[in-house]
């Protein structure tokens, strides 16, 4: 399994455009997470999901930005209108739950974008 | 509210020196513990929990439930172990849901 995979890998747009992130968690995994990370606030949870449908949603930081999953094998954030504020790097993780649940997410590499 | 606090943004020791990273978390249940680490360049991956009691990588963690913390420790730190640090906690008893510390960044110099 190549693990989580996020796509795009780095992002630079300008102020109001809007953005989309996409994921795809590790196969046979039922939650998915997106994280923000930056210098000032750290890895900070958005969303995540449980089979599909959204858990928690607390983290995000204001209706500029939505996260979907339409199946077990994709996910997208996107923020419209962006913001430079809302530069930073986001993770896509996935983990098993139930039986199968560790505590341990598998993140993907990221998406850095820059918002000019 | 839950919370994870990690003190320290920067610590830096010289090879060979003990290392400990400190964290503290705000919870008044059963809390499950975790650090991560991100080496330079890779993705972001599990070290160690406290439920498992294991040392990785020469490095431990205790859980001090009367102090609150989880202090991730190494007696001899390598130039290897150079990388980010988080400390995590999952605080709804076999939920998924992490709740990270703002990281510290450990450099190891020779």
């Known amino acids: 399994d190549a693990g989580v995979i996020q796509s795009p890998r780095h992002e630079v747009t300008e102020m109001g455009q809007e953005v989309t992130l996409r994921c795809k968690p590790i196969s046979g995994h039922n939650s998915l997470f997106w994280y923000r990370q930056t210098m000032m606030r750290g890895l900070e949870l958005l969303i995540y999901?449980?089979?599909?449908?959204?858990?928690?949603d607390s983290g995000m930081p204001e209706d500029r930005f939505s996260a979907k999953m339409p199946n077990a094998s994709f996910s997208t954030l996107k923020i419209q209108p962006s913001e430079p504020r809302d530069s930073a790097v986001y993770f896509c993780a996935s983990s098993p739950t139930g039986q199968g649940y560790t505590g341990e997410l598998f993140f993907g590499e990221g998406s850095r974008l820059t918002v000019l | 509210a839950q919370r994870v606090t990690q003190p320290e943004k920067l610590l830096s020791v010289f090879k060979g020196a003990p290392v400990e990273l400190k964290c503290n978390y705000s919870y008044s249940g059963s809390p499950e513990l975790f650090w991560y680490v991100q080496y330079s360049r890779q993705r972001l991956q599990l070290l160690l929990r406290?439920?498992s009691r294991e040392s990785i990588k020469g490095f431990t963690a205790d859980l001090n439930k009367g102090e609150t913390s989880f202090h991730l420790k190494k007696p001899f730190a390598q130039e290897e172990d150079s990388a980010m640090y988080y400390c995590a906690l999952s605080f709804q008893g076999g939920s998924e849901k992490l709740v990270f510390g703002k990281g510290t960044k450990l450099t190891v110099n020779p």
């Open positions: 999901f449980n089979n599909n449908v959204p858990i928690d």
């Open positions: 406290h439920i």
